[in-house]
């Protein structure tokens, strides 16, 4: 990028945040400190606990809450038969196998690795869209995919030589952060004629029944009751995750210019490491370090707009 690029990428960077209300800048705000803290809130729930039933118990209480964003919002619930077809692929992706893959992911490593790797989606999201949905990647992007790639390679290089190391939650936070990918690109080809938030609901309350049945399959002889800790946990992801962060997030998509929006994505796995290491005690390495800055500009580079293309993650 030449430096008239840059100054123009700044320029246009503090141009979108000058147009933002103050709802918005508010919104855009809680968002990424509510997604990015969530990661070391995740931890503390699933430390002692089993992360299914975790997250099984977190969704049966957050659905409720969706619901009444609905109605006070008098967004209707119904969802054509046509489309159910359509839509449970796209929960498959978007919700199903990212929920549960992802907290798996948190169990095994810290809440900052998982961080880093779960936002490596829209990388993942960048080429395969370049490779099976016709997307022109710039050389740009080019060089975001192969930071993302060696980040991905210095946090996996450690889990293996460590002795403790789980190369294993590496693999898993990958594997949800490419199926988010995927459904990310079903969204937005989707023909579903049917609000946003409805979607989300549905996707949910799929979810929802999923995440009951797994944990009564694979975790039945480990429920227990939460502990204080576990249940703040619980609470934080009913209300605020799901309660406030999927609407939100869907608003300021749409709402937003591109380059404010991104801003969130990236800074929510730094705020997820620097959450995590202020309040766990998570010891960063240098491969931490170096990891998040390379995913920061892989991002960067994946989704800010350059001036010739309209954004697409």
């Given at each position: 990028m030449s430096p008239v690029q840059g100054d123009g990428l700044i320029s246009r960077y503090y141009q979108a945040m000058h147009k933002l209300s103050r709802r918005q800048l508010v919104v855009l705000v809680l968002l990424t400190l509510v997604w990015g803290l969530n990661w070391p809130v995740m931890k503390i729930g699933v430390q002692?606990?089993?992360?299914?039933?975790?997250?099984?118990?977190?969704?049966?209480?957050?659905?409720?809450?969706?619901?009444?964003?609905?109605?006070?919002?008098?967004?209707?619930?119904?969802?054509?038969?046509?489309?159910?077809?359509?839509?449970?692929?796209?929960?498959?992706?978007?919700?199903?196998?990212?929920?549960?893959?992802?907290?798996?992911?948190?169990k095994a490593l810290s809440s900052g690795r998982a961080a880093i790797l779960g936002y490596t989606?829209?990388?993942?999201?960048?080429?395969?869209?370049?490779?099976?949905?016709?997307?022109?990647?710039?050389?740009?992007?080019?060089a975001g995919?192969?930071?993302?790639?060696?980040?991905?390679?210095?946090?996996?290089?450690?889990?293996?030589?460590?002795?403790?190391?789980?190369?294993?939650?590496?693999?898993?936070?990958?594997?949800?952060?490419?199926?988010?990918?995927?459904?990310?690109q079903r969204l937005q080809r989707s023909k579903i004629e049917t609000p946003t938030l409805t979607l989300v609901f549905w996707m949910t309350a799929l979810t929802t029944v999923t995440m009951v049945a797994l944990s009564f399959v694979f975790e039945r002889a480990l429920w227990k009751p939460p502990t204080n800790a576990t249940w703040g946990a619980i609470l934080f992801n009913a209300l605020l995750v799901y309660g406030f962060a999927q609407g939100a997030w869907f608003?300021?998509?749409?709402?937003?210019?591109?380059?404010?929006?991104?801003l969130s994505v990236m800074l929510i796995p730094v705020v997820g490491v620097l959450g995590g290491a202020w309040w766990l005690h998570e010891v960063l390495h240098w491969q931490d370090w170096a990891a998040m800055l390379l995913m920061v500009?892989?991002?960067a580079s994946v989704l800010l707009p350059d001036g010739k293309s309209r954004w697409r993650p």
């Open positions: 002692d606990y089993a992360p299914l039933t975790f997250r099984a118990i977190a969704i049966v209480l957050g659905l409720p809450v969706l619901a009444l964003v609905l109605v006070t919002q008098k967004v209707p619930f119904r969802l054509e038969k046509k489309y159910w077809a359509e839509f449970f692929w796209m929960a498959l992706f978007n919700m199903i196998l990212w929920h549960g893959l992802i907290i798996l992911g948190v989606m829209p990388i993942f999201s960048a080429v395969f869209g370049a490779l099976f949905f016709g997307n022109a990647l710039r050389p740009r992007a080019w995919v192969a930071a993302a790639a060696l980040g991905v390679a210095l946090l996996l290089w450690h889990e293996l030589s460590a002795l403790a190391g789980k190369p294993l939650g590496v693999a898993v936070a990958l594997l949800a952060a490419a199926t988010w990918a995927i459904g990310t608003y300021l998509a749409r709402t937003l210019p591109p380059v404010a929006s991104t500009a892989a991002i």
